[in-house]
């Protein structure tokens, strides 16, 4: 089943790419598995990150346990990390069951899940101007060639995401 979902601005170009999102500790339902509260938070998506990334909070609040030490590489050096294991959710439904993340601590950012090119590589995102305005959609599923120029420019006021 293909889900997707798009993001218009009517506000000019954004500067960065975002969405709510819900983290939960892992749980696969075909397995017949606990289910655990699904969390929301803010979500910043990088094209530049190999991997998604959580912040303590998202580790706290869901209450995570490790599953190994590592180390990460950022824009400030290397650091020490340790990895988790949670059920993410993208808009329109879009669910990554089992999903291992590093955590990090970015200092005082609005972000708290990174979504990184782990995430981003399964599906198609495309990003465009629309009358000096961002617009862009993510894809997930059976894989379809996307027409940039047949996409409708963006209405009304403020970024809004619309589910197709």
Not at 43 to 55: M, Q
Not at 65 to 89: D, E
């Amino acid at each position: 089943m293909n889900r997707s979902f798009t993001v218009k601005c009517k506000d000019g170009l954004l500067t960065a790419l975002a969405t709510p999102c819900h983290v939960s500790q892992a749980f696969n339902p075909i397995n017949g598995t606990q289910e655990y509260p699904r969390i929301e938070f803010d979500a910043l998506w990088d094209t530049g990150s190999t991997k998604s990334v959580i912040t303590q909070r998202v580790v706290q609040a869901c209450g995570l346990k490790p599953i190994r030490k590592g180390f990460t590489q950022g824009v400030n050096g290397i650091g020490k990390s340790h990895a988790y294991v949670i059920n993410l959710s993208l808009p329109d439904k879009i669910t990554f069951y089992e999903l291992t993340v590093v955590s990090t601590n970015p200092g005082n950012v609005w972000w708290d899940v990174l979504i990184g090119m782990d995430i981003i590589s399964t599906g198609e995102l495309s990003i465009k101007n629309v009358n000096s305005n961002t617009e862009w959609s993510f894809s997930y599923g059976p894989q379809q060639k996307v027409d940039a120029a047949s996409m409708r420019p963006a209405r009304g006021g403020g970024v809004q995401i619309s589910i197709s």
